[in-house]
């Protein structure tokens, strides 16, 4: 069965900081990796998925992340955050493969409060 | 215009009754879901569609019964409301199995 970990569960950073929020999953074959956002009261937003190719992919926001095979690990980043990035985060995964199971399993998510 | 759009946004309800929430999506997409958010904000899938055929049913109560009268709804269906019920429910659709997913604003239902 697959598995998404996130090991920050509550992160609080000053405005202009950096920011990286771990994601480690388990699973035994190829994998489409996703990284959504839900800001306080609403839904949930994808900022970035990574399918294939290069490993560190752009999404919105100025949000990247890196999957880095070798370690399971799908990390979030952005070099420097807003206010307006508190939110809660969470990495999700699916298996690639036909035979997999087709659904996202969500991680439990990292709070991150943004203080002006 | 909404893409996924889901109706009530809030659903207030007492134990034993029975309740519907209703999904609809014009991204014209093949896969629908329904997850449930509990109060810790953790997400867990309930149900998934695919083409009007049930795909995913996880380890949730027979008293959730999803029905899809079409590719563009997916409805889901609460017999007997308890008190853990109460979450926010949110429905999803996706261009294929593996796609990307969008999610509607949520069904925030609570059991008095």
């Known amino acids: 069965a697959q598995s998404v970990s996130q090991h920050n569960h509550h992160v609080i950073l000053s405005e202009a900081a950096s920011l990286e929020l771990g994601c480690n999953y388990s699973y035994g074959g190829t994998v489409n990796l996703f990284w959504y956002v839900q800001y306080p009261g609403q839904h949930l937003q994808l900022l970035l998925k990574y399918f294939s190719g290069d490993p560190l992919v752009k999404g919105i926001k100025g949000f990247e992340a890196e999957f880095i095979k070798s370690k399971f690990s799908f990390n979030l980043r952005k070099p420097s955050v807003q206010w307006s990035d508190t939110a809660e985060y969470f990495c999700?995964?699916?298996?690639?493969?036909?035979?997999?199971?087709?659904?996202?399993?969500f991680g439990s998510g990292t709070r991150l409060q943004v203080q002006p | 215009d909404t893409a996924v759009s889901q109706t009530p946004k809030y659903l207030v309800t007492q134990m034993g009754n029975d309740k519907s929430i209703k999904c609809e999506q014009n991204?014209?997409?093949?896969?629908m879901y329904w997850y449930k958010q509990d109060s810790k904000k953790f997400l867990k899938i309930m149900f998934s569609y695919n083409n009007k055929e049930l795909i995913i049913n996880e380890t949730v109560p027979n008293r959730f019964s999803p029905k899809s009268p079409d590719k563009a709804h997916l409805n889901l269906h609460i017999n007997s409301l308890e008190l853990g019920d109460s979450a926010v429910y949110f429905c999803a659709s996706s261009p294929s199995l593996t796609g990307p997913q969008h999610f509607g604003d949520g069904t925030r239902l609570s059991i008095l």
């Open positions: 999700a995964v699916i298996g690639s493969m036909d035979t997999g199971r087709r659904a996202l399993t």
């Open positions: 991204l014209g997409h093949d896969t």
